[in-house]
């Protein structure tokens, strides 16, 4: 008996501990009483991200917008053997009057890689992205992607692709 008794003392103290400790916390749902939570702002804190581009995509806005024309914007490259690597040049030319400005060129994968014109191309010059695609572990019908980002008129990305079958290597005879 005596420990039951000592068991709802000890809940009974707990339960007015809690309740003790809700009303020294005043908060915006406690009615008649006043809100004393303080508000700390850090001096360097950074704006909402929510609208923010990335650095590469905002400079492409910024930029003054100009046409430019693709020769191709798809590659079907022939069947290949996996383990080779396919290798093609997207050429473009500014068609527009101000210079374009290639802010980002980014593969889908770590097997394709991209280098480009790094220079501002001018109005009525032309411009290259060289793409080379790894095989290697690679079979069956492949379609990998390469987006670029530049001040171009009606949107400031285009996705090239390169695309094609690789067949499985011929197995090593020992």
């Keep these: 008996m ?6 709802l003392v000890a809940v009974a103290l707990v339960f007015a501990a809690c309740q003790t400790a809700n ?3 005043p908060t915006a749902n406690n009615e008649g009483t006043n809100n004393t939570t303080a508000t700390t702002t850090t001096p360097n804190a950074l704006p909402p991200t929510q609208n923010t581009l990335p650095e590469w995509q905002a400079k492409a806005a910024s ?3 100009t046409a430019v024309s693709w020769a191709e914007e ?3 490259f022939p069947e290949v053997t996996s383990g080779e690597t396919v290798t093609h040049q997207f050429r473009f030319k500014n068609t527009g009057s101000e210079d374009l400005v290639l802010t980002r060129v980014k593969a889908s994968c770590g097997c394709t890689t991209p280098s480009y014109s790094k220079d501002p191309i001018k109005p009525g010059e032309e411009g290259y992205i060289d793409v080379a695609f790894n095989t290697n572990g690679k079979k069956g019908r492949q379609v990998k992607t390469v987006t670029v980002t530049a001040n171009m008129e009606g949107n400031t990305t285009k996705v090239l692709r390169i695309e094609g079958n690789v067949a499985d290597a011929a197995p090593s005879s020992k």
């Design 2 to 7: 005596k420990k039951i008794a000592l068991i």
């Design 23 to 25: 009303k020294a916390k």
């Design 63 to 65: 930029l003054p917008a």
């Design 74 to 76: 798809i590659y079907k």
